[in-house]
């Protein structure tokens, strides 16, 4: 197939994510916190679609990876000063460690790969329910760890004085560069091998592919991804950073789901699509405006929605919005003969 | 850590008996869990929701002054009618679904109705009344005991011998078994499926109302999130002991709420808040030695067509 048909398949994404941001430009300053938030939680589930929409495999661990990269771009960029206050029992070396904010991003992505590799090493050999529960092990432990343990985190204090850095257009490129990473990697050979994988797990392994390999680079990869997610996330709301547990893993999943697993067009429709329907209700709990119709719910009512919609997807129409396919471009009409040639090649 | 290893406190008889009636419980709970895995594929991590759902009716109950026994009445229907709601709206339209499918379906009903219990009761934990003098303690030889945890172990061991019974003894205990081991040709041979199903999924409910009972008693403090730690930990109980067989699933359970009450007493106190990570680790490193779980022999279930 040509690059021209291809060039849709990453450029939709990649132009639903910038319309998402410009939009948010254009409605006022109050209300833009809920589009950076929702680039942010875009670039989380790219992240979770690198895992499990190329290798089918369910994995509850990814949001310890984005806590992980959270919390190393938020230790590292509490101003020097306010550590001894706001981190007490932090490590010597970490206190007296201070980057910038490319930086920070940067060793997110580095320690959540670095971390995932070193989980994923012994874990990608298990399948099925006992992956699962394992890589949900992982995100118990980790979740623990890192609000308990003080040499490594502010512990029960929180982060407070991390810079606020991301702003639309740091939401905006970080989404783009999670996008970009994650179609160059389903397109390489690596990713057609792990989708070979999904497809049928003998005939891959039949053909030479070794399912472990292939699974641990797409799982490291998808920590790096969700560790520079983190960063993104701290330099957000760093006051929110204990939410990333249990919940943001259901609703994570949710947009994945929802979107459609097995395509990036799914994770970046079902992010952007939860997360309006999802941002809409909770701000409705303030009162919104809809077409001068004024629309106000109680707090929770915006989960309760969620969690409906994720169930009536997964029983209407199981592989999501984009039934897990690309965008492509209508095709013009050819003879049949074209048609059965090309039905023999796929 | 390591020195946090060397100062464990000294194991107690008291700590003994609450680790024996947290793994009672919990094994009653990797049964109900069990048991619907069993016959439908289906990990449901809803059933702690369910939990939660009996731990408010005994709350309620509190709050309207009803008798002991009428609480508990209305905490075994509650449970009852929620759980046969979850299989005939959720479950059974997604029976021929892959296994992810159905497991991120029941994180969504948990995720659903454990929103629908903080919009509705708030975010203020509750109390279940009198039936909270049952952690007063016994004196059994000399040592105080909670008068819950020797009723737990007593309830929990009758109602495994039972459940053993029906299983080994009964024309439908037999079917159960058949469904588990491999539903299509269960049904080939003229099993029939909804009978099965049903069955489990009411025996599964019975169960869970049972623990609800024992875990509000022993916790006391009913919130939306009741259940759902335990209900994980219980989850991976069952996986780490061998999902597709009754009996290694319910020592799953088991060991793993005794392990965690063992540990929740033996630890040091500044130790304590790292109990799940403990737990966990160990879960991971079962897993990695015996994927197809501790208590099993030979190779996993059939997968369910």
Same mark, same amino acid.
């Given at each position: 197939?040509?690059?021209?048909?291809?060039?849709?398949?990453?450029?939709?994404?990649?132009?639903? +994510?910038?319309?998402?941001?410009?939009?948010?430009?254009?409605?006022?300053?109050?209300?833009?916190?809920?589009?950076?938030?929702?680039?942010?939680?875009?670039?989380?589930?790219?992240?979770?679609?690198?895992?499990?929409?190329?290798?089918?495999?369910?994995?509850?661990?990814?949001?310890?990876?984005?806590?992980?990269?959270?919390?190393?771009?938020?230790?590292?960029?509490?101003?020097?000063?306010?550590?001894?206050?706001?981190?007490?029992?932090?490590?010597?070396?970490?206190?007296?460690?201070?980057?910038?904010?490319?930086?920070?991003?940067?060793?997110?992505?580095?320690?959540?790969?670095?971390?995932?590799?070193?989980?994923?090493? =012994?874990?990608?050999?298990?399948?099925?329910?006992?992956?699962?529960?394992?890589?949900?092990?992982?995100?118990?432990?980790?979740?623990?760890?890192?609000?308990?343990?003080?040499?490594?985190?502010?512990?029960?204090?929180?982060?407070?004085?991390?810079?606020?850095?991301?702003?639309?257009?740091?939401?905006?490129?970080?989404?783009?560069?999670?996008?970009?990473?994650?179609?160059?990697?389903?397109?390489?050979?690596?990713?057609?091998?792990?989708?070979?994988?999904?497809?049928?797990?003998?005939?891959?392994?039949?053909?030479?592919?070794?399912?472990?390999?292939?699974?641990?680079?797409?799982?490291?990869?998808?920590?790096?991804?969700a560790g520079f997610a983190g960063g993104l996330y701290v330099h957000l709301q760093p006051l929110a950073?204990?939410?990333?547990?249990?919940?943001?893993?259901?609703?994570?999943?949710?947009?994945?789901?929802?979107?459609?697993?097995?395509?990036?067009?799914?994770?970046?429709?079902?992010?952007?699509? +939860?997360?309006?329907?999802?941002?809409?209700?909770?701000?409705?709990?303030?009162?919104?405006?809809?077409?001068?119709?004024?629309?106000?719910?109680?707090?929770?009512?915006?989960?309760?929605?969620?969690?409906?919609?994720?169930?009536? +997807?997964?029983?209407?129409? =199981?592989?999501?919005?984009?039934?897990?396919?690309?965008?492509?471009?209508?095709?013009?009409?050819?003879?049949?003969?074209?048609?059965?040639?090309?039905?023999?090649?796929? | 850590?390591?020195?946090?290893?060397?100062?464990?406190?000294?194991?107690?008889?008291?700590?003994?008996?609450?680790?024996?009636?947290?793994?009672?419980?919990?094994?009653?709970?990797?049964?109900?869990?069990?048991?619907?895995?069993g016959v439908l594929r289906l990990v449901n991590f809803a059933y702690g929701q369910l939990i939660m759902?009996?731990?408010?009716?005994?709350?309620?109950?509190?709050?309207?002054?009803?008798?002991?026994?009428?609480?508990?009445?209305?905490?075994?229907?509650?449970?009852?009618?929620?759980?046969?709601?979850?299989?005939?709206?959720?479950?059974?339209?997604?029976?021929?679904?892959?296994?992810?499918?159905?497991?991120?379906?029941?994180?969504?009903?948990?995720?659903?109705?454990?929103?629908?219990?903080?919009?509705?009761?708030?975010?203020?934990?509750?109390?279940?009344?009198?039936?909270?003098?049952?952690?007063?303690?016994?004196?059994?030889?000399?040592?105080?005991?909670?008068?819950?945890?020797?009723?737990?172990?007593?309830?929990?061991?009758?109602?495994?011998?039972?459940?053993?019974?029906?299983?080994?003894?009964?024309?439908?205990?037999?079917?159960?078994?058949?469904?588990?081991?491999?539903?299509?040709?269960?049904?080939?041979?003229?099993?029939?499926?909804?009978?099965?199903?049903?069955?489990?999924?009411?025996?599964?409910?019975?169960?869970?109302?049972?623990?609800?009972?024992?875990?509000?008693?022993?916790?006391?403090?009913?919130?939306?999130?009741?259940?759902?730690?335990?209900?994980?930990?219980?989850?991976?109980?069952?996986?780490?002991?061998?999902?597709?067989?009754?009996?290694?699933?319910?020592?799953?359970?088991?060991?793993?709420?005794?392990?965690?009450?063992?540990?929740?007493?033996?630890?040091?106190?500044?130790?304590?808040?790292?109990?799940?990570?403990?737990?966990?680790?160990?879960?991971?490193?079962?897993?990695?030695?015996?994927?197809?779980?501790?208590?099993?022999?030979?190779?996993?279930?059939?997968?369910?067509?």
């Amino acid at each position: 197939m040509s690059l021209a048909r291809r060039l849709p398949e990453v450029l939709v994404p990649a132009l639903l +994510v910038l319309a998402t941001a410009l939009l948010g430009l254009a409605v006022s300053s109050y209300l833009e916190g809920y589009f950076v938030n929702t680039l942010v939680k875009a670039a989380i589930v790219v992240g979770l679609y690198v895992f499990i929409g190329n290798s089918g495999v369910l994995s509850f661990g990814q949001i310890s990876f984005v806590a992980v990269g959270a919390w190393t771009a938020g230790v590292l960029t509490v101003p020097r000063a306010d550590k001894p206050i706001a981190m007490p029992g932090l490590a010597h070396f970490l206190v007296t460690t201070n980057v910038g904010n490319i930086a920070s991003l940067a060793l997110a992505a580095a320690i959540g790969g670095a971390f995932a590799f070193a989980v994923g090493l =012994p874990l990608m050999r298990l399948s099925g329910l006992a992956a699962g529960i394992a890589t949900f092990a992982v995100l118990e432990i980790t979740n623990n760890v890192l609000n308990y343990e003080g040499l490594i985190s502010p512990a029960l204090n929180g982060f407070s004085s991390v810079p606020a850095t991301t702003g639309i257009w740091q939401a905006t490129i970080g989404c783009l560069i999670c996008i970009a990473v994650a179609y160059a990697y389903q397109r390489t050979r690596f990713g057609r091998m792990l989708r070979a994988t999904r497809e049928d797990p003998a005939a891959a392994a039949a053909a030479g592919i070794s399912i472990h390999r292939q699974r641990l680079a797409a799982f490291t990869l998808a920590g790096a991804l969700a560790g520079f997610a983190g960063g993104l996330y701290v330099h957000l709301q760093p006051l929110a950073a204990n939410d990333l547990f249990l919940d943001l893993t259901f609703i994570t999943l949710a947009m994945l789901v929802v979107g459609g697993s097995g395509s990036l067009l799914g994770a970046v429709v079902g992010a952007l699509a +939860v997360n309006g329907i999802y941002t809409f209700f909770t701000a409705a709990v303030n009162t919104v405006d809809v077409f001068g119709w004024h629309l106000h719910v109680r707090a929770g009512t915006a989960q309760i929605v969620l969690g409906v919609l994720m169930l009536l +997807v997964l029983i209407l129409r =199981p592989s999501g919005l984009t039934g897990g396919r690309e965008f492509s471009l209508p095709r013009r009409r050819r003879p049949v003969a074209d048609l059965e040639k090309a039905r023999a090649t796929t | 850590m390591i020195v946090g290893f060397l100062s464990l406190q000294p194991l107690t008889w008291p700590t003994f008996a609450t680790a024996l009636a947290l793994g009672g419980v919990y094994a009653l709970m990797a049964v109900g869990i069990g048991l619907v895995f069993g016959v439908l594929r289906l990990v449901n991590f809803a059933y702690g929701q369910l939990i939660m759902a009996g731990g408010f009716a005994l709350a309620y109950g509190a709050v309207w002054n009803l008798p002991t026994w009428e609480s508990i009445l209305l905490c075994f229907g509650v449970v009852l009618v929620l759980s046969v709601l979850m299989d005939r709206l959720v479950f059974r339209p997604l029976r021929t679904s892959s296994p992810t499918v159905m497991l991120v379906a029941t994180f969504a009903v948990a995720f659903l109705l454990q929103n629908i219990a903080l919009l509705k009761f708030g975010p203020l934990s509750k109390s279940v009344g009198s039936l909270a003098q049952l952690n007063a303690p016994w004196d059994i030889f000399g040592v105080e005991i909670k008068k819950i945890a020797v009723i737990a172990v007593a309830t929990a061991a009758g109602c495994l011998v039972l459940l053993q019974l029906l299983l080994t003894r009964t024309p439908l205990g037999l079917h159960m078994r058949a469904a588990a081991m491999d539903f299509r040709t269960a049904r080939l041979l003229g099993v029939r499926a909804n009978r099965v199903i049903g069955a489990a999924v009411i025996i599964s409910g019975l169960l869970a109302a049972t623990s609800a009972v024992f875990l509000s008693v022993q916790e006391n403090s009913i919130s939306s999130t009741f259940g759902l730690q335990d209900t994980i930990i219980v989850l991976a109980g069952v996986v780490v002991g061998g999902m597709n067989r009754p009996i290694p699933a319910t020592l799953g359970g088991f060991s793993i709420g005794f392990a965690t009450g063992i540990l929740g007493g033996v630890l040091p106190a500044d130790k304590t808040q790292y109990l799940t990570s403990f737990i966990f680790a160990a879960v991971i490193v079962v897993l990695l030695v015996r994927p197809n779980g501790l208590f099993t022999r030979g190779g996993g279930a059939v997968e369910r067509a």
